[in-house]
C-alpha cells in the first residue's frame, strides 16, 4: 500500500534527501515485517504479515525536517549488542529489557504504554522514522513515560544489507531525523530490520553515535502463533536477556494479551525491567 500524504512546507529548512535516500526509500518498499534469528545463526527470514504503514512518507514531498547529523562519537562494532549488561554494566544482575518494534502504532502503542504504566516498567521502542513522522503524539508520549527511542530505519527495508551504502546510510539518518523532529530525544540505540548487519550497517550506525542492539528472547509474536506460545517464550528469559515484542506492523492483540500476563509474572520472578 502506498500513501504519500502532503507534508506542509515548515519554517526548517529541507531534509537533505540524497537519490540515494530517495532510492532506498522506494526500493525498500515496506518489506514484511519479519524478524529473523540472529544473522550469527544463518537462519533466514521468515514471511510475516505485509507491513503497511498507515502514512509512508513520499521522499519527495519529505520537506521541512532538520538535516541529520552525524557524529561519530561511537565505534563501530563487528556484532550487535545481545545482553542488557553489555549496554548498561552497572545495572542489577536481575535486569531484563523489554524491546518494542515497528511502532509507533495508535492503536497498540498506548495500549501498550498503559500496561507499562501499570506494571511501572521501563522499556525501549524502536520506532520505524515514517510512521514517527505520522504519529508525532505518540512518540511524544512514549518520550515522556520515560522509554527509551530507539531508531529501527525508514521504511523498514528487508534486507537491509542489500541495499547500497548510501541507501543503508540514508534508512538510517532520515529515521533519526524524523525522530527527533517528531519530539524524541536524539536515539542511541539502532536496531536493523529482522536482526539484519553488515559492515557498512555498523558504519552508518556509528556515524550517527549509536549502538546497534539485537535479542536474545523472539517470542515471534509477529507471526501470531497464539497468545500462550508468546507468553511461554517470554517467561523463559533470563537474568541479562533482551526480549523481542511488536506494536506495529500488523494485529499485535495477541502480543498485548501476552504482556497482560508476563510482565507481572516476570516482576513476580524478582526481574527488574530496564530500558537499554
Given at each position: 500500500m502506498s500513501i504519500s500524504p502532503k507534508i506542509p512546507q515548515p519554517r526548517r529548512r529541507l531534509l537533505a534527501w540524497t537519490a540515494a535516500g530517495a532510492a532506498s526509500l522506494a526500493v525498500g518498499t515496506l518489506a514484511g515485517c519479519s524478524d529473523s534469528s540472529h544473522a550469527s545463526n544463518g537462519a533466514a527470514p521468515e514471511p510475516s504479515d505485509s507491513f503497511s504503514p498507515d502514512a509512508p512518507i513520499n521522499p519527495s514531498a519529505a520537506a521541512g525536517l532538520p538535516s541529520?547529523?552525524?557524529?561519530?562519537?561511537?565505534?563501530?562494532?563487528?556484532?550487535?549488542?545481545?545482553?542488557?549488561?553489555?549496554?548498561?554494566?552497572?545495572?542489577?544482575?536481575?535486569?531484563?529489557?523489554?524491546?518494542?518494534?515497528?511502532?509507533?502504532?495508535?492503536?497498540?502503542?498506548?495500549?501498550?504504554?498503559?500496561?507499562?504504566?501499570?506494571?511501572?516498567?521501563?522499556?525501549?521502542?524502536?520506532?520505524?522514522?515514517?510512521?514517527?513522522?505520522?504519529?508525532?503524539?505518540?512518540?511524544?508520549?512514549?518520550?515522556?513515560?520515560?522509554?527509551?527511542?530507539?531508531?529501527?530505519?525508514?521504511?523498514?527495508?528487508?534486507?537491509?544489507?542489500?541495499?547500497?551504502?548510501?541507501?543503508?546510510?540514508?534508512?538510517?539518518?532520515?529515521?533519526?531525523?524524523?525522530?527527533?523532529?517528531?519530539?524524541?530525544?536524539?536515539?542511541?540505540?539502532?536496531?536493523?530490520?529482522?536482526?539484519?548487519?553488515?559492515?557498512?550497517?555498523?558504519?552508518?550506525?556509528?556515524?550517527y553515535g549509536m549502538i546497534p542492539i539485537d535479542w536474545d528472547v523472539d517470542p515471534r509474536d509477529w507471526s501470531r502463533p497464539g497468545v500462550a506460545q508468546i507468553t511461554q517464550k517470554l517467561m523463559a528469559a533470563r537474568p541479562g536477556d533482551i526480549l523481542l515484542c511488536h506494536d506495529g506492523g500488523g494485529d499485535r492483540t495477541q502480543t498485548l494479551e501476552s504482556l497482560k500476563t508476563v510482565l507481572p509474572a516476570l516482576k513476580a520472578k524478582g526481574f527488574t525491567f530496564v530500558r537499554l
Open positions: 541529520p547529523t552525524a557524529t561519530g562519537t561511537v565505534a563501530a562494532r563487528t556484532k550487535p549488542v545481545f545482553k542488557v549488561h553489555d549496554i548498561l554494566p552497572d545495572a542489577p544482575s536481575d535486569a531484563i529489557a523489554l524491546t518494542i518494534d515497528d511502532g509507533p502504532s495508535p492503536l497498540y502503542t498506548p495500549q501498550l504504554l498503559a500496561l507499562l504504566r501499570k506494571y511501572d516498567i521501563q522499556a525501549t521502542f524502536n520506532v520505524i522514522g515514517s510512521q514517527a513522522h505520522v504519529h508525532k503524539d505518540v512518540i511524544r508520549q512514549i518520550a515522556a513515560d520515560g522509554h527509551m527511542v530507539a531508531n529501527h530505519t525508514m521504511t523498514h527495508p528487508q534486507p537491509l544489507s542489500k541495499r547500497t551504502k548510501a541507501q543503508i546510510e540514508a534508512e538510517i539518518a532520515n529515521a533519526q531525523s524524523v525522530i527527533v523532529d517528531a519530539g524524541a530525544p536524539t536515539p542511541t540505540l539502532f536496531r536493523s530490520p529482522g536482526g539484519d548487519w553488515s559492515t557498512e550497517i555498523f558504519a552508518a550506525t556509528a556515524k
